[in-house]
């Protein structure tokens, strides 16, 4: 019998994958081809995926919290997996994002990528220069799978401001935008969303400049993602981070309350015919 691949687990999340995998299995003192029958899997399946020839998926990971008897191990190995489908300069800030309590949301240009349907997101990345059609589909995924802090059990506190401009800017056909927009109204009935519109009547400046998200960590803030071309930068620097979140104050106290904010989100839905 050949040996096996080597993994080192400190390679990528998928590396650690792969290694926890084979050596849950070992541990149980089971062959790959038992594994695969307990998975009611091809045992091809299974080798293909102890050595990253094959990216796990999140039925796996849960089938295999089920066999091994374990409490979502495997499920947030899985979760870890999807960073790597984000640009590399993201991925800090995804940790960070993840374990976040809080977060608050500026983006002058976009619907910020937690609130994008998969079509919004989609339109953007094919956009990029260079870019494939297998990273597009990527990158839209990992998009997705962001999205479901949103209805974990205990999400974090989650304040959006967004420039009255994006609701009116094209990113695709107008049934592309209206149900966008419909997803956004949706969005704010969760209770720990609120979603608020910065009007052009507010004729502030202040943070035309980038996007940027601030991480809370145990009620504190953390860290800021700043969006920028060709790739943004995740900062902790204290200074930078005061600075930021007094920005971010400043933009609150210029948009409209929730109220109207969603009734500005309903009038421009009404619009994209």
Wanted: net charge negative.
């Amino acid at each position: 019998m050949p040996n096996p691949i080597s993994i080192n687990p400190e390679e990528s999340p998928q590396a650690r994958f792969a290694y926890e995998l084979r050596q849950q299995r070992l541990q149980e003192g089971w062959t790959q081809l038992r594994l695969a029958r307990r998975l009611n899997l091809a045992v091809s399946t299974v080798g293909m995926l102890e050595t990253m020839k094959r990216r796990p998926d999140r039925r796996f990971a849960e089938s295999c919290d089920k066999v091994f008897n374990l409490d979502g191990v495997f499920l947030e190995l899985w979760k870890k997996t999807q960073w790597d489908m984000a640009p590399e300069h993201f991925r800090d800030f995804m940790s960070l994002e993840a374990q976040a309590s809080a977060l608050q949301i500026w983006d002058p240009l976009l619907v910020p990528g937690l609130f994008q349907t998969e079509a919004y997101a989609r339109r953007i990345f094919n956009d990029e220069p260079g870019i494939t059609g297998e990273l597009v589909e990527q990158r839209v995924a990992n998009r997705m799978q962001r999205q479901a802090m949103l209805s974990r059990e205990s999400p974090p506190m989650i304040w959006s401001l967004v420039d009255e401009g994006v609701l009116h800017r094209p990113m695709g056909e107008a049934d592309m935008m209206r149900e966008q927009l419909a997803w956004l109204l949706e969005l704010a009935k969760y209770p720990r969303v609120t979603i608020q519109i910065v009007p052009y009547s507010a004729w502030s400046a202040v943070g035309l400049q980038a996007s940027f998200t601030i991480a809370e960590l145990h009620g504190a803030p953390h860290s800021v993602y700043v969006e920028s071309a060709p790739r943004g930068i995740t900062i902790g620097e204290r200074e930078t981070v005061t600075e930021l979140v007094g920005r971010y104050d400043a933009l609150r106290a210029a948009a409209l309350p929730k109220n109207l904010s969603l009734g500005i989100i309903k009038d421009v839905m009404a619009q994209w015919t």
